[in-house]
């Protein structure tokens, strides 16, 4: 069965420093990876995406993500945190023709000054 | 550009009320259309799809219903809440793989 997992439930970095959001995901075939993120009070906006190809991604905002398949692991980062960046972030993992994503549990972050 | 709304944003319901939650979607035709589920602390959780008008299916079973009247409505409603119902209510539609979700519906149930 599909799963994703978020091991990290809160993080806190300070303005600045780098960030690393980790995700690790079961899947029987090569799945599409995705991270998204949330303000509070929101909806979800996408960042980015994977779906084939180059294994490290770019998104919006700064972010990147890279899949690793023998890791079964799709780790957001980002090299330096700005105050705007706090929220929560969720990864999910989906296939094509599939008619839903799994989320995560999601990573709440909080930027300190 | 395809645009997608989700009324109402804040919603406090007692127990045993009606509920009715709306989703709009603008761009495009014939999309494939969610109603997301957010408890507190836990992640996403599917309720309902719809491919087309009239069609829904169910992911898990619950207190709530859904309808698509139109090919861009897509509706969420219960005849009687419950406590368990409280949530943040997400409506999607998906482009491709990638969703594009709503701005969310706070339902608070006391």
């Known amino acids: 069965a599909q799963s994703v997992t978020q091991p990290d439930i809160h993080i806190t970095v300070s303005e600045g420093a780098s960030l690393e959001l980790r995700c690790n995901y079961s899947y029987g075939a090569t799945p599409y990876l995705f991270w998204y993120v949330q303000s509070p009070g929101q909806g979800l906006q996408l960042l980015l995406k994977?779906?084939?190809?180059?294994?490290l991604v770019q998104g919006i905002k700064g972010f990147e993500a890279e899949f690793k398949r023998s890791q079964s692991s799709f780790n957001l980062r980002k090299p330096s945190v700005h105050w705007s960046d706090a929220a929560e972030y969720f990864c999910a993992v989906g296939e094509s023709g599939a008619n839903n994503l799994f989320f995560g549990t999601g990573t709440r972050l909080t930027v300190i000054p | 550009s395809q645009t997608i709304h989700q009324w109402p944003a804040t919603l406090v319901q007692p127990v045993g009320s009606p509920l009715s939650l709306e989703c709009t979607v603008e761009?495009?035709?014939?999309?494939?259309l969610y109603w997301y589920r957010q408890a507190a602390g836990r992640g996403l959780q599917l309720l309902f799809y719809s491919v087309g008008i009239g069609q829904i299916s169910s992911e898990v079973p619950q207190n709530l219903s859904a309808s698509r009247p139109q090919d861009r409505q897509f509706i969420l409603s219960s005849k009687k809440l419950l406590l368990s119902d409280s949530g943040f209510y997400l409506c999607?539609?998906?482009?491709?793989?990638?969703?594009?979700f709503g701005s969310g519906t706070r339902l608070t149930v006391v």
């Open positions: 761009g495009t035709s014939n999309p494939n």
């Open positions: 999607a539609w998906i482009r491709g793989v990638a969703y594009t």
């Open positions: 994977y779906f084939s190809g180059d294994t």
